[in-house]
């Protein structure tokens, strides 16, 4: 009967999860690396926040002060009329079509802010901008300088207004991963904002006011890694070992740029945007903007391939904690490998379409191939890429070696053998519960 039958099985629980001594002396082990290693990068990289940390007005910034007019405003409009009219050069050919016309527009202008809030304005729009599709109801940005005149002559037209349309995409990318990665997407967003704040509290002024620019770019990009990495990955040995390969890969990075840099002559002069800045300050190192530049642009590709493969070390490591260590190191290489294949082609891809443009330009002229790739415009961005993309395979084998060393240094012989020895206990302790469990239902049933 089914009241004789024993009920032991009906009621069996799991025993509560217990901490192995041996995983706890691995953790141990792997602080004291991880603090070995964090204090002197941590210790060094305030103390050169501290010493470069800009402060008051440099060069530059009090010749643009003196460039642009005392009191001049940025205000907003909103176009309400359209005027448009021909500006073109007397006598210019003008084709059948209308191609070779110069219409230019005079729109008025309904003031959201400043002096004149709510009050309308008259302005010319030049050719190019009323060719760029001019309407009613278009949010532009004008300069207003200061004065107590007639407002129509106080404004120009200053750019487009687009604020709102890139709130709404930041908003969507903020929304977007945050509802995919929740939680470690929420504290990469903030990673990035801390970035920001680096970017343009320390660095850009840093580089303005006259410090040397490798430093710059060296401290702040590893004041980004330390918060960035441990914000969005957690405080973990393997975080460490992404930061020291990450770490690893800026410092080749450097040293790469620089002899790229000077055996290709990069001397910063090529670009429109380095010319204007030699004009407002003409101390300042350009050479060492394109050095500085080239560290900025290894930090994210370098993160994303040091954090996947030290993760790969950690998750081999736990599925078989006995592997080898050239064995453990072989097959996260394997991993390693194919990573590099594609984030080879994502950096120069990624170059190649922001210098679209040019490369545009240089197809109009019909120039020879090598000539494009060599010109003192386009080298530039061959040297960042080349130079990036080094950085990046170098760092793979690194991070992975520290990896392995870390994981097999934070535990020894006698801890794996505890462990194996723990996890077949369970096994057997598991299958022992799973059989009495199919047992008992087969006697339930019979019975």
């Known amino acids: ?10 009621h069996t629980t799991d025993p509560a999860p217990t901490v192995d001594p041996a995983e706890k002396a691995q953790q141990r082990r792997a602080l004291k690396l991880m603090a070995a290693v964090l204090i002197p990068v941590a210790l060094a990289t305030v103390i050169g926040l ?24 940025y205000p907003t409009g909103v176009i309400v009329a359209i005027e448009p009219y021909d500006c073109g050069v007397p006598g210019a050919e003008v084709g059948p ?39 009613t109801g278009v949010r532009i940005v004008m300069s207003r300088v200061a004065g107590n005149g007639d407002p129509d002559e106080l404004y120009t037209f200053n750019d487009f207004a687009r604020g709102f349309p890139i709130a709404i995409l930041a908003l969507a990318f903020v929304i977007v991963v945050i509802a995919v990665a929740r939680w470690r997407g929420l504290a990469s967003v903030l990673g990035l904002a801390f970035a920001f704040i680096i970017l343009l509290e320390f660095m850009l002024p840093g580089l303005l006011a006259g410090s040397s620019p490798v430093m710059i770019g060296l401290v702040g990009s590893s004041a980004i890694m330390l918060v960035v990495l441990y914000l969005a990955h957690g405080f973990s040995a393997r ?4 930061l020291i390969g990450t ?5 080749m990075v450097t040293a790469l740029g620089a002899i790229g840099q000077s055996a290709a002559r990069v001397t910063g002069l ?34 994303d391939v040091t954090i996947t493969q030290a993760s790969a070390v950690w998750e081999l490591h736990q599925i078989s904690p006995d592997l080898p260590a050239r064995t453990l190191f072989a097959s996260a290489m394997r991993i390693g490998r194919d990573h590099i294949a594609s984030t080879v082609y994502t950096i120069v891809f990624a170059y190649a379409g922001a210098s679209l443009p040019l490369l545009l330009l240089f197809e109009v002229y019909q120039r020879p191939a090598l000539d494009v790739v060599t010109s003192g415009i386009l080298a530039e961005e061959v040297v960042r890429t080349l130079v990036g993309a080094v950085g990046l395979i170098l760092a793979v084998p690194v991070t992975t070696a520290i990896g392995v060393a870390i994981v097999k240094a934070s535990s020894n012989p006698s801890d794996l053998d505890v462990i194996a020895a723990t996890r077949r206990e369970k ?11 199919s047992g008992g239902t087969g006697q339930q049933g019979r019975g």
Do not use: K
């Not at 007005?57 to 009090?62: F, K, L, Y």
């Not at 096994?427 to 469990?437: F, I, L, N, P, V």
């Open 1 to 10: 009967m089914l009241g004789d039958m024993p009920h032991s099985h009906t």
């Open 50 to 73: 501290v010493l470069l940390w800009p402060s008051g007005t440099s060069d530059a910034e009090r010749a643009a002060a003196e460039y642009f007019p005392e009191g001049t405003l």
């Open 97 to 135: 079509s209308g191609e070779g016309a110069q219409i230019c527009a005079t729109v008025t202008v309904t003031v959201e802010d400043g002096p004149e809030a709510t009050e309308n304005v008259r302005l010319d729009l030049p050719p190019d901008v009323y060719g760029a599709g001019i309407d």
């Open 239 to 242: 975080t460490t070992t992404a």
């Open 247 to 251: 770490l690893f890969g800026l410092g």
């Open 270 to 303: 090529a670009t429109e945007e380095n010319f204007v800045l030699q004009g407002f300050d003409a101390e300042l190192d350009l050479s060492g903007l394109v050095l500085c530049g080239i560290i900025v642009a290894g930090l994210g590709v370098l993160n």
């Open 427 to 437: 096994g057997s302790e598991t299958a022992t519960r799973s059989r009495s469990r």
